[in-house]
């Protein structure tokens, strides 16, 4: 069963800035003139001194959905002071990102969980051994009507313990 990609509105994010820990020398300032490089990193600095983390920081946006969550990330990363994180993060793609990245983590749950369903044909290949019905009787409904059609008892409890196990003994 194929899943739809989730879409942003329908996804909580998250945008945060954390200290990057790489050094700023060599990575935040490359303008080919020294001493102005010097200052900037000097600035660069002297703003993370006085708690300004956006300074030099990595940008996080994290998505969620029911609680599968997916990340982007963006370091070596220093914003103005005037400048907002969430913008940021909205400008350089790192939402789009994070979708893109939820919606592919669905997808490998997805390919996981496929892996353990088992068919409804087996299933109803037992359930008919177990009712002691013909097969073309079960196929007739669906999973959950086979439950329901039962009277409460041994074999109600039965077809309901296959339905949930996904047992499935062919043959």
């Known amino acids: 069963m194929a899943l739809r990609p989730l879409r942003a509105e329908e996804v909580i994010f998250r945008v945060s800035a954390e200290e990057e820990d790489i050094p700023i ?3 935040a300032i490359a303008s080919g003139d020294d001493e102005q490089d010097r ?3 000097d600035e660069i600095r002297r703003r993370l001194a006085a708690g300004d983390v956006t300074a030099w920081c990595v940008v996080h946006v994290q998505a969620e959905w029911s609680g599968v969550r997916a990340s982007a990330n963006l370091g070596g990363v220093s914003l103005a002071p005037d400048d907002l994180v969430a913008t940021f993060a909205s400008e350089n793609g790192l939402y789009d990102e994070a979708l893109q990245a939820l919606n592919a983590r669905l997808d490998e749950y997805e390919a996981k969980l496929e892996a353990l369903r088992v068919p409804d044909d087996a299933l109803k ?6 009712l002691q019905w013909d097969l073309a009787s079960v196929e007739s409904y669906s999973l959950a009507s086979l439950r329901e059609l039962l009277p409460a008892g041994k074999l109600r409890d039965e077809v309901t313990r296959l339905i949930q196990s ?5 043959g």
Do not use: L, P
Not at 125 to 130: E, K, M, N
Not at 166 to 170: L, N, P, T
């Open 125 to 130: 290949h037992r359930i008919a051994r177990v």
């Open 166 to 170: 996904g047992e499935a003994i062919v």
């Open 25 to 27: 020398e060599g990575n």
């Open 39 to 41: 200052r900037d990193s």
